[in-house]
Structures are given as structure tokens and as C-alpha cells.
């Protein structure tokens, strides 16, 4: 936490986001700011296919997070994890990648179904819990499966 808190302090942008790290605290920031404009992608493919294309929220929530896992996957490699990527080949990576996204897919399917038609919440209200609970899952799997030592 030291080392994130000089590199702020410094404003350290190369740092902050580039530089390989194995430090943890510093590697969490990371995720959460590429979890940041992977979940913008997200919600944004989300809100565009139901409100304006009208197609179905459930439906479009699949296509928003394929979007979404694509820009995760390609920053986190870039930016998150890349201190010990050379354990896995790229194809390998992504599958492993994916699956734990699909996990985190089905829970989301869960949650916002359940939340807008027994709820009647809206979709993106439903979604934004979606996306706490998703976020834990996948820092997690992904830390420990995909991105291990």
C-alpha cells in the first residue's frame, strides 16, 4: 500500500498503471480501474440494446458482457496482471478467462432476473448489484486460476 500511495503522491502515472508489479494493493487498483471502463462498455452496450434497440435486457445483457470481458481481458493483460503472464499462452489465458466470465454471467443473469421480474426493479439497478457481486468473484477466481504463480 506504501508503494501505491508514493506513486500517487509523486503522480506517477507509468507507475500507477504500467510498470510490472506483483504488488498486491497496487495490482487491485489496477483492477478496479480497468473493471471501471470494462463495466462503462458494460453498462453501456446494456442501456443502448434495451432502450433504444429494444431487444430483451436479459438478452441484451450477454452481448453487453461479451463486450464487456473483451476489454476486461485485453486491459488486465496490459495493465493488471502482466508481471506473470508468461505462465500460460494467450489462447489458453483467454479460455480460462472466459470461463470464470461465464460463471459471472450466470450469476448476473440471476441476479438481474431476479431482481427486475419478481422485484420489479429496473434492469440497471439490478444490474449495479450485479456488478459488486460479480466484481468479487472474478478479481478472485481470476487471481487464483488464470493469473497464479
Do not use: C
Not at 40 to 63: C, E, K, P, Q, R
Amino acid at each position: 500500500m506504501k508503494e501505491f500511495f508514493e506513486l500517487l503522491k509523486k503522480f506517477d502515472l507509468k507507475g500507477l498503471f504500467i510498470t510490472p508489479t506483483k504488488n498486491g494493493f497496487l495490482q487491485f487498483f489496477r483492477y478496479i480501474f480497468v473493471g471501471g471502463i470494462a463495466t462503462i462498455v458494460d453498462w453501456g452496450f446494456l442501456f443502448v440494446l434495451t432502450d433504444f434497440a429494444h431487444i430483451h435486457y436479459l438478452v441484451s445483457a450477454i452481448i453487453a458482457f461479451v463486450a464487456g470481458l473483451i476489454t476486461n481481458f485485453f486491459l488486465s493483460k496490459l495493465l493488471v496482471f502482466k508481471a506473470n503472464d508468461a505462465r500460460v499462452n494467450a489462447i489458453m489465458e483467454f479460455v480460462s478467462y472466459a470461463i470464470i466470465g461465464v460463471i459471472g454471467l450466470g450469476i448476473t443473469e440471476l441476479i438481474l432476473y431476479f431482481f427486475t421480474s419478481f422485484s420489479s426493479m429496473h434492469y440497471m439497478i439490478a444490474k449495479a448489484i450485479a456488478t459488486v457481486v460479480v466484481l468479487a468473484w472474478n478479481y478472485i477466481a481470476r487471481k487464483l486460476i488464470v493469473y497464479k504463480k
